[in-house]
């Protein structure tokens, strides 16, 4: 076994009763590092420590250049970094390029017959289908074509994408890429309503859809908010003109929802128009957008965060090599779903300009039980593979000792999107990785486009429960609410901050520059006149601790995001949508832990004067969700209280909320407009017989600080 040495125990820091955000003392037990295995060493992409060096400070930013010249570039960049107007920075300026040329047509000369993507359909009687590099290429052209003559769309022209994991997915984003079109993939579990709001933010004249798929044993019928989502865009004044639908089973429709005369085209029927065609691609600026992914922050409305070409390229083909350590040999699975950031940077862009062999797979992990990612791995030769914490706590529970009846062999293992308990860790080196595979865990955000923090896998020690270092070319600070530096090994908690831009960073939010600007740098930039990068500091939104070893420990989000299953769940979102329900007065939204989610939303909602408190007002609060959001936005509970606790100005009190919710300390509330409401709503919540008060986790206790 690789374990290595102890650390000791961080000790705890209080003073005083109030404490500040970088006093809060956070009380966790040190890990033991574990090594990576020789045979990983031997073949790794990183390994060289002097490669390291040349990303320190003093390089920067030509320390980019190198990520970008894994690229084939059309036109060589003038300048790495424009820093002229802050924070709107510039990447490999005055460079030209096509992504989707990156990650298909020069892949052609040496892995033309290389399996590109393996499909894997969720019913295990359908047998997988391979897509060569030849294939992709030519299937994206038809494409492209398609979208070009038949759609109309040209370069710089929005197009919604809500499609589940499919490879006409992949195939329709680098189409798009091929073209120059800006694609905006809505995740497939995402309402048609949430869709629709999408497209006419980004203001897409054309949606793409599939009519249905499989999911955990059920057909779902997917073209049904095709229909929701041309509504909903039309009510916002953006009219779609045409739906385009890919059939799961080409030649076969199965939805029951019509198909609309002269909207709605079957892509299979409109492609054959298109055989054998070939497209050039388009020649694209470094800083033309690729793409916009939505995500949820402080607001009720989702933002698009707008990611360029050359920058976000470079960027995710850089560390797919160093991290995910992807060589053209390896099969690698990456189980997110590409309507998710990760999906778009490390299974279609990262390891596709990589030319990396890509399993993508239709359903969920523990259908039809919890063997099944296993002997996909298995089948497969799978080496390489991604996951996030809740899909390991959920195949941890369901099947503990599964991954011994399977002959597989993972070198490297990635785990993302949340933190991941020390235990669950241990399960998922030992028994998923056989003791074998090295691990890394990434920490990032939508935003950021890839990794910010992670171990080097076969240079550094891995530690349970930390992301660790930085990885090559960020340099990290964790500033307290005053800007003071929380320094490494203080044991105290603060806001993680990136000093420094990098090239996968986004570019802006579509169509709200300002926003921009005040969500990510306001916070501890001291000159907005600065021209210099050293005062434009990324403001991540999460916390974070570091101990004397340099590894980072991410703890959560500080702001109202709810981290649900690794998925970001905007708490104005969801009490946007309570409070269009006729009978609700009020509405709080805080975030409860769950064994196997992380997070889940608890719903808090206070009725109009005279509405009776029912059983279908819970019920239309859940269904409202649903339509407005999607089932992932589901609430674990809904509380119907009589009032909500509020300060004297009438602001709701969440953190108090999130306290009951949690069995925690609600502490002063004496300050409150109406301190008797919380011992009647903590009763309605617990019972009159009071548990043991819980520590609770940071990012809850800090929860609604920030209102
Ligand atoms: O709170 C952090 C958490 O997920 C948030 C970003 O979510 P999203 O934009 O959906 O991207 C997820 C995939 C990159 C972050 O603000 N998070 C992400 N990775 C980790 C994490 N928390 C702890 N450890 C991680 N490795």
Not at 44 to 67: G, M, T
Not at 235 to 245: A, P
Not at 595 to 613: A, D, F, Q
Request: net charge positive.
């Amino acid at each position: 076994m690789a374990k290595v040495r102890q650390k000791p125990n961080v000790k705890a820091q209080k003073s005083g009763n109030k404490l500040t955000e970088a006093q809060i003392a956070v009380h966790w037990k040190e890990e033991e590092y574990f090594r990576p295995s020789k045979r990983f060493i031997a073949q790794a992409n990183l390994s060289d420590p002097a490669f390291v060096k040349k990303f320190s400070e003093k390089h920067f930013p030509e320390c980019f250049d190198h990520y970008a010249s894994l690229l084939d570039w059309d036109k060589p960049w003038r300048k790495t970094l424009d820093t002229s107007n802050p924070p709107f920075w510039k990447w490999f300026v005055g460079g030209k390029l096509n992504a989707c040329y990156n990650c298909v047509d020069r892949h052609l000369a040496k892995h033309r017959n290389k399996a590109a993507l393996i499909f894997v359909p969720e019913p295990e009687a359908e047998s997988a289908t391979v897509i060569t590099y030849q294939e992709l290429y030519k299937r994206v052209n038809e494409v492209a074509a398609m979208l070009r003559d038949f759609a109309g769309l040209k370069t710089g022209d929005r197009v919604t994408i809500h499609m589940p994991m499919i490879p006409e997915l992949p195939i329709t984003m680098l189409a798009c890429a091929r073209l120059g079109v800006v694609h905006s993939v809505v995740f497939g579990g995402f309402s048609g309503e949430a869709c629709g709001l999408r497209a006419a933010d980004s203001g897409s004249c054309v949606l793409i859809y599939a009519d249905g798929y499989h999911r955990n044993g059920k057909w779902v019928d997917h073209k049904a908010s095709a229909d929701i989502a041309v509504r909903t865009a039309t009510k916002e004044g953006q009219e779609i003109d045409k739906v385009l639908v890919w059939q799961r089973y080409p030649g076969k429709y199965t939805s029951d929802s019509p198909m609309a005369a002269g909207r709605d085209f079957f892509i299979n029927d409109v492609l054959k128009n298109y055989r054998r065609q070939i497209v050039e691609p388009v020649s694209q600026d470094a800083e033309a957008p690729l793409f916009l992914m939505y995500t949820s922050g402080t607001t009720g409305k989702p933002k698009g965060c707008q990611h360029r070409t050359g920058g976000y390229l470079a960027y995710v083909i850089g560390t797919a090599r160093y991290y995910q350590d992807i060589h053209p040999e390896d099969v690698y699975w990456c189980m997110a779903d590409i309507g998710w950031i990760t999906g778009h940077s490390y299974i279609v862009y990262g390891p596709m300009a990589l030319a990396a062999t890509s399993v993508l797979y239709e359903g969920a992990p523990q259908f039809p039980d919890a063997g099944r990612p296993w002997r996909i791995a298995e089948r497969l030769d799978v080496n390489i593979f991604h996951t996030s914490p809740t899909a390991i706590r959920m195949l941890r529970k369901a099947g503990g000792n599964e991954p011994k009846i399977y002959n597989y062999h993972f070198k490297h293992m990635t785990t993302v999107g949340e933190p991941i308990e020390p235990e669950v860790w241990k399960w998922y080196y030992q028994v998923v990785g056989k003791g074998e595979a090295v691990i890394v865990d990434t920490w990032w955000q939508t935003e950021t486009g890839g990794f910010l923090c992670s171990t080097k896998p076969a240079l550094d020690l891995m530690k349970p429960g930390s992301a660790g270092p930085a990885v090559l070319g960020i340099y990290p600070v964790i500033w307290d609410e005053n800007g003071h530096e929380v320094k490494a090994g203080s044991g105290n908690a603060g806001n993680i901050c990136i000093r420094n831009p990098w090239p996968g960073i986004m570019q802006t939010i579509w169509g709200d520059p300002q926003r921009f600007v005040t969500q990510y740098y306001k916070k501890y930039n001291k000159n907005p006149k600065s021209k210099n990068w050293r005062d434009w500091p990324y403001y991540a939104a999460d916390g974070a601790v570091l101990p004397a070893d340099g590894y980072y420990r991410i703890l959560g989000r500080v702001d109202d995001v709810i981290n649900v299953a690794g998925h970001r769940l905007g708490t104005k979102e969801v009490e946007s949508a309570c409070l269009t329900i006729p009978e609700v007065a009020e509405a709080a939204v805080v975030p409860a832990v769950d064994e196997v989610k992380g997070r889940v939303p608890v719903v808090y909602i206070s009725l109009k004067p005279g509405v009776p408190t029912t059983k279908a007002i819970e019920d239309k609060v859940t269904s409202t969700i649903e339509t407005m959001i999607g089932k992932i936005a589901r609430p674990k509970t809904i509380h119907i209280v009589p009032d909500m606790p509020k300060t004297r100005s009438g602001k709701i009190m969440r953190r108090v909320l999130a306290a009951i919710s949690n069995h925690m300390d609600t502490g002063d509330i004496t300050t409150l407009a109406n301190p008797d409401i919380v011992e009647q709503i903590r009763e309605l919540v617990q019972g009159r017989n009071v548990g043991p008060l819980r520590e609770g986790p940071e990012d809850i206790k800090r929860f609604g600080d920030e209102r």
